[in-house]
């Protein structure tokens, strides 16, 4: 036996244990099937894979030492298959029957996606947070109204254009002589709040309204109105307006300023249209003005003693506002891509 490169044998076997020392480690490492591929190829390539070479450097092993060489050859591209065989199961590729009930508990977890709040859900809640702070009690009221609090409270006459069958969604019922609708408008929780409470009130209202408009950028048959409603001794247009400015100011951040344009509703006097400054374009959110005296007798309220202001803002409309939504439209498509982005 030479003590410098050793017999020929010996040079064999160790380039035999070399080898799959190699193949041991390839295979240990490989992540996925291209590169359990890849080690295929290099160890046991029908071509010119190294046990391929190794078994051509059989030939020149002496007589006596070939049963031995043979047999290592044998039992190393045994091995080699072996680690062949156990890296695709794991990888799960090409595996036999075991692997496709193997569990790797090492992998990741698939993430549960999270959903949040509809940004209409968002508004409506803030909205509630920055009047409750200025001491206005949230409430609700029915989607399905009758004509006393949807109209006739509200000094809505028989003939005004609003209560056209056209312009409301009026219920199929067996009440003709006062049907039911769903609501046009909040304020009929105005009516509501009033007839079951004494003054003094400071009420905030967010809801569905209903009306049957074509949808477009800026309508569509179901929108939110916020009602706001204060009945206290001394009240005047001046806190209505500082009410407003402040409630824009905390919405839509900075020191927002408001507008007052003379407007009609049956239910307020003097009754304004609210226009709200932002990116130095001012914008309607809505009405306001001094609840009528008709309405405070309407819900059985001294006109002489009480005085209050109400005013109606759409949701849509200041979230789109705030957002730089330009068609309210998306907020009903439920597409998480819009959806994602509040
Ligand atoms: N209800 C009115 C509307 O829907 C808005 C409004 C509310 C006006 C309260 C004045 C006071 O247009």
């Known amino acids: 036996m030479s003590n410098v490169a050793g017999s020929p044998l010996d040079t064999f076997l160790a380039e035999l244990e070399r080898l ?37 450097a059989l030939g020149g092993i002496p007589a006596a030492d070939k049963p031995a060489a043979g047999r290592s050859f044998n039992d190393t591209k045994a091995a080699v298959a072996a680690l062949l065989e156990s890296a695709q199961s794991r990888l799960g590729g090409g595996g036999g029957a075991e692997s496709a009930d193997t569990i790797d508990v090492t992998l990741p977890g698939d993430a549960i996606p999270l959903g949040h709040l509809h940004p209409i859900t968002q508004t409506i809640r803030q909205v509630q947070e920055i009047m409750g702070q200025l001491g206005f009690e949230s409430v609700d009221g029915p989607e399905v109204e009758d004509q006393w609090h949807n109209f006739e409270a509200l000094a809505i006459s028989p003939e005004h254009p609003a209560r056209d069958p056209l312009d409301n969604f009026y219920l199929a019922t067996a009440r003709a002589a006062d049907p039911l609708l769903l609501r046009s408008q909040t304020s009929t929780v105005q009516i509501r709040v009033m007839e079951s409470r004494e003054p003094p009130l400071r009420i905030v209202s967010l809801g569905r309204v209903y009306r049957p408009d074509t949808a477009d950028a800026t309508h569509y048959p179901m929108f939110h109105q916020v009602e706001g409603l204060l009945v206290e001794p001394g009240t005047t247009m001046a806190h209505l307006k500082s009410v407003l400015r402040l409630f824009a100011s905390r919405f839509l951040g900075g020191d927002v300023h408001v507008r007052f344009r003379p407007s009609f509703f049956p239910f307020t006097e003097p009754s304004v249209e609210v226009d709200m400054e932002w990116g130095g374009r001012w914008v309607e959110m809505g009405g306001a003005g001094m609840v009528d005296p008709a309405v405070l007798a309407a819900v059985g309220y001294d006109p002489d003693a009480v005085t209050g202001f109400a005013f109606g803002l759409g949701v849509e409309r200041i979230a789109a506002r705030r957002y730089g939504v330009d068609d309210i439209r998306d907020f009903y498509k439920n597409d998480v891509r819009f959806l994602r982005q509040f």
């Open 20 to 56: 799959r020392s190699d193949a041991a480690t390839a295979l240990a490492s490989a992540t996925d099937d291209d590169a359990v591929e890849a080690a295929r190829i290099e160890f046991a390539g029908a071509r010119s894979g190294r046990l391929k070479a190794v078994q051509k």
